[in-house]
């Protein structure tokens, strides 16, 4: 199994970034995906999560508002839409799959003027 998140980079703040996770090695359609973060010094936190079909997502009150998540079965790839981006939202976002604990490598995400 492979996950590899891309799409990270350096924004100023109000800016916007697409992330993308390209998953291989398993049923991805049979796969909830969700977008964790890891502040220095803080723990991983969940950011947002969407399931199998695409049919529910749910959002840190932290995002709400601002990150998008989304899927493509077809291409099996999980996005974060992230606009409005705050210094706070400075992180390593990782992406994961479930069942199965899969995590990504990540990739880092700086919001600073």
């Known amino acids: 199994v492979q996950l590899v998140e891309s799409g990270g980079g350096l924004v100023q703040p109000g800016g916007s970034l697409s992330l993308s996770c390209a998953a291989s090695g398993l049923v991805f359609s049979r796969c909830h995906m969700s977008w964790h973060r890891q502040a220095p010094g803080k723990e991983r936190e969940l950011v947002a999560v969407i399931i199998s079909d695409g049919g529910s997502t749910n959002y840190a009150d932290s995002v709400k508002g601002r990150f998008t998540i989304s899927r493509d079965n077809a291409k099996n790839t999980v996005y974060l839409q992230m606009n409005s981006l705050k210094p706070e939202d400075t992180a390593v976002y990782y992406c994961?799959?479930?069942?199965?604990?899969?995590w990504g490598q990540g990739t880092q995400v700086t919001v600073s003027s």
């Open positions: 994961k799959a479930q069942p199965g604990n899969y």
